[in-house]
């Protein structure tokens, strides 16, 4: 798709408008050198830019005069003997170019050379070249009689010779009659693109590979219309209309194709801007790659029963179409099909479909109803962006995720139920969805991505379900919602524990930082480059922590990490680089590189397990061992102390909060620690265990 989906193509037209330099302020000419032994001047007054030297002129050489003149003002290029070769695109956009000079030592030069520059009306070749002609105002190949470029209007049909090349006359504004004359066998699919001008098409009689019919250039063989214009009606007996074959044309108003026709290029009809009205044949099974892209006056299509795919960008930039019906013969809708289409109100998608592409409605600013095929099991990447009406989806029973900025700049959405098979909502999913009041989240649900719901100003109550493993940095930036704050750092919560993930700093921190015990998660990047804590203890209730949470704290001097812990991120604790002391798992020293990169002040690292199970790791890692000049042990066995859960050696509230949730299943216990929990020695943990902790609690407990 040319306007959404090749950032390439993009990229090249921004660095094409950025390498128009602005002559110097008074200069009335310029020089230089560049490439090798070869120079540049430019004469101002006359607007005339000389290439002289020995050799090629590559990619990248232009930039030696595009940075002293202003291309609007060159209008003749002269290229002086000794050149042998000019590179693709060299002299792209010089609007204001009327005329070329080409030498006599030039054996390459390709029609996109002078792409785009509308204002070329001839070109002249040496005599003495050996490879080019001097047929009028263009450029042929003297052995194989291949026309590469041609400019203004040429009469073709006088022309001697054999085939069309691609691009060879791309926005040529001169030709209005186009005449094929009989010795012509091959024409490009790109020859005349864009060439808008062009109102009536004839073909030689004897020409045995193409003929002329309606106003359209046939390809005998095929069937295939290879080239059509404004006057053009489509005649029986055609079988394709091929890629390109009309696209620019805007002076076509409408098109019918009859029923023999089979296929439709790419970007047939693209860019037909006064494209009113359209009859599809009933044959065809597929709408390519932006087949009707851009054609802005298009009001209604009728997508023929027996579609079973339409391509990217189909119908991309269409903003008068006031919407389309999806037969349910479809399957696949590609990227950007109906990117763009400012005027659609609503569109329902068929469950035949088990294929829809990104960006597919991006852009549709009046869309307020949609529905989803039942099958599809993910929304893409800015599926529904800039979707300013939307209020109301029909969602999937079988969704599971929601991809990124899918419903980013959606304004008018003010409430959300997802299905409850959702398990991950993407980067920036529902960023600036500005009147989001109401989201229920599924227990399906394990991740939320970065800035997922960044600048909901409407969003103040978020409840989150006990599955989810992951959050995002700024997921909730910028949004209305309470947050419970404690301990110095901010907590979102389930249902029954308000302290479930901690979310991100609410200031900075000096000393050990102290996370709530019923913590369940650490977002990502939630302590980033926090140079105050000097040490972290993760609670043993812990079962995820994030990419980056602690990166770059370059104080803390040791890190706790429970064996509750079963799910980390990339680099939890990279650049940390005062860490000298480490508590963690024997099963984490596998993933250590990545979580302590850059940790390289650990003196000691005492490993949960055993001593077995410690060999065996260390065996494994080998070379890979970052720990390899600290001291890598078993911890000791932790002290009994009756009651303790949390191994701190005291016996307090927070041991009872634990102990509570681990008789009700919200919480998992240090199997080392089993011993403190079980009061009464009967070999489980309940609720006579937790009347005994109030009794130890109150100092009145004896054994």
């Not at 602005?22 to 000389?50: I, Y």
């Not at 194709?257 to 599809?280: D, K, N």
């Not at 990339?570 to 596998?590: D, Q, T, W, Y």
Request: charged share 20%.
């Amino acid at each position: 798709m040319k306007k959404i989906l090749s950032f390439a193509l993009c990229f090249a037209f921004l660095v094409s408008a950025l390498l128009v330099f602005p002559a110097p302020a008074g200069a009335a000419s310029n020089s230089g050198v560049f490439g090798q032994n070869m120079t540049w001047s430019f004469d101002g007054a006359e607007g005339v830019l000389t290439l002289s030297g020995n050799g090629r002129i590559e990619d990248g050489d232009c930039i030696a005069w595009l940075f002293n003149i202003n291309t609007s003002n060159v209008k003749r290029i002269e290229i002086e003997s000794g050149i042998t070769a000019v590179a693709p695109y060299c002299f792209e956009g010089y609007d204001n170019l009327t005329s070329v000079s080409l030498p006599d030592t030039l054996t390459e030069i390709p029609s996109s050379a002078f792409s785009g520059c509308t204002s070329l009306s001839e070109i002249t070749i040496d005599e003495g070249n050996a490879v080019f002609g001097s047929e009028p105002n263009c450029l042929v190949e003297k052995e194989s009689g291949a026309l590469l470029f041609g400019v203004g209007n040429v009469d073709i049909g006088a022309l001697n010779i054999t085939s069309i090349e691609n691009g060879a006359f791309s926005s040529n504004a001169g030709i209005v009659t186009l005449n094929i004359p009989e010795s012509v066998t091959y024409i490009g699919e790109t020859a005349f693109l864009g060439c808008r001008t062009i109102s009536e098409i004839n073909v030689a009689p004897g020409n045995p590979v193409y003929r002329s019919e309606g106003n359209c250039l046939i390809e005998r063989d095929s069937g295939r219309v290879v080239l059509g214009c404004g006057a053009s009606v489509i005649p029986e007996g055609v079988t394709a209309i091929g890629a390109h074959a009309f696209e620019g044309c805007d002076s076509l108003t409408e098109i019918a194709l009859p029923e023999s026709v089979l296929y439709i290029g790419e970007s047939a009809f693209m860019e037909c801007s006064s494209l009113e009205s359209v009859t599809l044949s009933e044959s065809i099974t597929e709408i390519p790659e932006c087949a009707f892209a851009y054609c802005c006056s298009l009001e209604e299509i009728e997508i023929p029963y027996g579609v079973v795919r339409i391509g990217d960008g189909a119908f991309a930039g269409c903003t008068s179409l006031g919407g389309v019906t999806v037969p349910d013969t479809v399957e696949s809708i590609g990227h950007g099909a109906f990117f763009e289409c400012a005027s659609f109100t609503s569109i329902e998608f068929p469950d035949s479909v088990t294929f829809i592409g990104e960006a597919v409605l991006c852009g549709c600013e009046a869309l307020e109803t949609a529905k989803l095929p039942a099958g599809v099991t993910s929304i893409p990447a800015s599926f529904f962006e800039s979707c300013f009406s939307l209020t109301e989806i029909v969602f999937p029973t079988a969704l599971e995720t929601i991809g990124e900025s899918a419903f980013v700049d959606c304004a008018s959405l003010t409430s959300l139920a997802l299905p409850d098979s959702v398990s991950e909502i993407g980067d920036n999913a529902f960023g600036f969805c500005t009147a989001l009041e109401t989201l229920d989240l599924p227990d399906s649900l394990e991740t939320i991505g970065y800035g997922a719901f960044a600048n909901c100003t409407s969003l103040e109550t978020l409840i989150l379900p006990e599955s989810v493993m992951s959050i995002g940095a700024s997921a909730f930036l910028d949004s209305e919602i309470i947050f419970t704050e404690y301990g110095g750092a901010l907590y979102l919560g389930t249902e029954d524990d308000p302290y479930y993930a901690l979310i991100e700093t609410a200031g900075d921190f000096i000393g050990e930082l102290e996370i709530h015990p019923d913590a369940k998660i650490i977002c990502d990047y939630a302590f980033e480059v926090n140079d105050e804590i000097t040490s972290v203890e993760i609670p043993s209730g812990v079962k995820a922590i994030g990419e980056g949470a602690f990166e770059g704290c370059r104080r803390i001097e040791s890190i706790v990490i429970p064996s509750s812990v079963v799910s980390f991120g990339e680099g939890v604790f990279a650049g940390c680089s005062a860490i000298r002391n480490i508590k963690i798992p024997v099963r984490i020293l596998p993933i250590a590189n990545n979580l302590f990169a850059g940790c390289n002040s650990v003196e000691d690292v005492a490993c949960e397990g055993t001593a077995e199970e410690l060999e065996e790791v260390m065996s494994l890692l080998g070379d890979d061992n970052m720990f390899a000049g600290a001291s890598v042990h078993i911890e000791d066995e932790p002290e009994f102390v009756l009651g303790d859960l949390d191994g701190d050696g005291a016996v307090n509230v927070r041991d009872f909060s634990l102990m509570k949730k681990v008789i009700a299943g919200a919480a998992t216990l240090d199997p080392a620690l089993f011993a403190n929990a079980d009061i009464d020695g009967d070999g489980h943990i309940t609720a006579k265990d937790l009347g005994l902790m109030k009794n130890i609690i109150a100092g009145s407990y004896s054994n």
